[in-house]
């Protein structure tokens, strides 16, 4: 079947590190994504990882795949004020057009 | 900025009106998309165009009408809407519709409200 869950909510300190976790149920899915919805605005993909890796790195974001638990996680480093936004994990088999999107984290940034 | 514009941001209607949405995207993609993003659920994929034809209707009630006349114009028309129907929808593009090349770009979305 097709899954995407992801818990609703991370709240952490400014300048600490945010781990935001998905796990999904499709073990043939090859794209896995990270998309990030800030308040009124649309999705913007962040990054996303092919199904054979393990790691991705971009600047303040790392992706750790877990193909044998079907978990997906993304890490900021040093999370600002403006991380705050709505995280969502999404995927889709090579041969579709359709993504499966997880209901998103909201994540909120203390000082 | 995506480069995929939507207009209108926000719409209030009737049930017994009828409007458009309208989404533009000026990245050369020619595959688009429109989403609904409900409160506590996960997107739903409504409609896929690829090439300027309908490639994906999953399940949509008839009273939402795609129309897509080029690859850079995506429209939804409305008519008869019900209350549930309100929502954020968001219309997206990609290069194509499958394979490697699907990375979506998401417009900033029509917020429908439904009377």
């Known amino acids: 079947g097709e899954d995407v869950e992801q818990s609703l909510f991370l709240s952490v300190r400014e300048g600490d590190s945010s781990v935001i976790n998905c796990t999904y149920t499709?073990?043939?899915?090859?794209?896995l994504y990270w998309y990030k919805q800030e308040p009124g605005a649309g999705l913007q993909l962040l990054t996303y990882?092919?199904?054979?890796?393990d790691m991705k790195q971009d600047q303040r974001l790392t992706v750790l795949l877990n193909k044998k638990d079907k978990h997906l996680s993304l890490r900021i480093a040093d999370t600002q004020t403006g991380d705050s936004a709505i995280y969502f994990c999404?995927?889709?088999?090579?041969?579709?057009?359709?993504?499966?999107f997880g209901s998103g984290t909201r994540l909120s940034i203390r000082p | 900025e995506t480069g995929v514009t939507q207009t209108p941001r926000h719409l209030v209607m009737g049930m017994t009106n009828k409007k458009s949405l309208k989404c533009e995207q000026h990245?050369?993609?020619?595959?688009m998309y429109w989403y609904k993003q409900s409160a506590k659920k996960p997107l739903e994929l409504m409609f896929v165009?690829?090439?300027?034809?309908?490639?994906e209707n999953n399940s949509v009630p008839s009273r939402f009408s795609p129309e897509c006349p080029n690859s850079s114009h995506l429209f939804l028309h409305l008519h008869t809407l019900q209350p549930e129907d309100s929502a954020l929808y968001l219309c997206?593009?990609?290069?194509?519709?499958?394979?490697?090349?699907?990375?979506?770009?998401f417009g900033p979305g029509t917020r429908l409200t439904v009377l």
């Open positions: 997206a593009s990609s290069q194509e519709s499958s394979g490697a090349y699907n990375e979506q770009f």
């Open positions: 499709d073990s043939s899915s090859t794209y």
């Open positions: 990882i092919f199904s054979n890796m």
């Open positions: 999404a995927e889709r088999k090579s041969s579709a057009s359709k993504i499966i």
């Open positions: 990245l050369g993609h020619n595959a």
């Open positions: 165009y690829n090439f300027k034809e309908q490639t």
